[in-house]
């Protein structure tokens, strides 16, 4: 998420250990090793398993295919499992033999009945899966509220594993990665995930809104002309650039390139939208408090990004502990 910072101008502060092990892993190029894909069977769910297996892979990492059946009426239970299990296991079979020519990788495949949220967030608990990958329905994007929708909406929000929604077909790696911070940890987790999903020589994004200028009509308080409110703005873009270069100094110093994005005309949504399409971004990635107690615009504003984004999004979630 971008927004909500303090500009504050002191001495950089000195990376927490949990912050070195990444940007060691960071440095060395370190794939992931724990994928769970959710399908349902439809071209979207292809789509975000094609984007799975273009994915940086650990060696002896490992690929979850995960399907919820959900009761037909007036049929048995046992045999929509059945029928439903063998269209999973064809799935796993065509992306085994896909993944052949790469190192190899194990593909698992899990089936469960119920509420596809609650199964999905219980079974990236289980297994401490480092990313969930999932397909984004045409119809969120035409804001039809359908059941694919609200199960992508609900994952935003209930599933504790970092997200990764897909809607566009994956013909290539991320080449043009976009990650708006707002240079807490929150943020801080999305830039790790991002650069780890788009390892070396690839340039990463890093877009900030300084808080300010998030303050609609902001110009209008107390100013006395547009002039002066240009200039007060012209102090917050260079305020918020030093701030932001401190934030990515150490992922420079491990030798990940880093653009710095500052925006300040736009709300912070808007300037989430507008600046992914100027640079024609091809993965959108920000950060999101997973406790549901805490006062914080994360599940709202990820949503908001997953329906509207043109390209994919990644939303990334508080470590546990």
Not at 187 to 200: D, I, V
Not at 259 to 287: K, N, Q, T
Request: glycine share 6%.
């Amino acid at each position: 998420m971008a927004g909500a910072s303090h500009l504050d101008l002191g001495p950089t502060v000195t990376p927490h250990p949990f912050l070195k092990k990444l940007l060691y892993a960071t440095q060395k190029g370190r794939g992931l090793t724990r994928l769970l894909v959710a399908t349902d069977f439809s071209m979207c769910a292809d789509l975000a398993l094609a984007r799975a297996l273009r994915l940086p892979v650990a060696e002896g990492g490992s690929l979850t295919l995960f399907h919820a059946a959900r009761p037909v009426a007036g049929a048995g239970a046992p045999g929509d499992l059945l029928l439903e299990g063998r269209c999973l296991s064809r799935v796993a079979g065509a992306a085994r033999r896909r993944l052949r020519a790469r190192e190899p990788m194990e593909v698992k495949e899990e089936l469960r009945a119920g509420d596809v949220v609650e199964e999905v967030s219980a079974v990236a608990r289980q297994q401490e899966v480092e990313l969930v990958v999932v397909g984004r329905p045409h119809a969120v994007r035409s804001h039809e509220w359908t059941h694919r929708g609200a199960a992508v909406r609900g994952m935003v929000r209930r599933v504790d594993a970092p997200l990764l929604v897909v809607g566009v077909h994956p013909s290539r790696t991320y080449q043009r990665p976009l990650v708006a911070v707002d240079l807490s940890e929150d943020s801080r987790r999305a830039l790790e995930l991002a650069l780890r999903l788009c390892p070396p020589p690839t340039v990463v994004n890093v877009l900030h809104v300084p808080e300010p200028c998030l303050t609609q009509g902001l110009w209008h308080a107390g100013m006395t002309s547009r002039e002066h409110w240009l200039a007060v703005r012209q102090e917050l873009e260079t305020a918020a650039r030093k701030a932001l270069s401190r934030f990515l100094a150490p992922y420079r110093e491990a030798g990940r390139e880093c653009e710095i994005c500052i925006r300040c005309s736009e709300p912070l949504e808007e300037a989430m939208l507008a600046e992914a399409a100027d640079l024609g971004a091809d993965l959108l990635a920000m950060g999101m408090h997973s406790s549901m107690e805490q006062p914080h615009p994360g599940p709202r504003l990820a949503e908001q990004m997953v329906m509207r984004a043109d390209c994919d999004v990644l939303v990334a979630k508080a470590h546990p502990e």
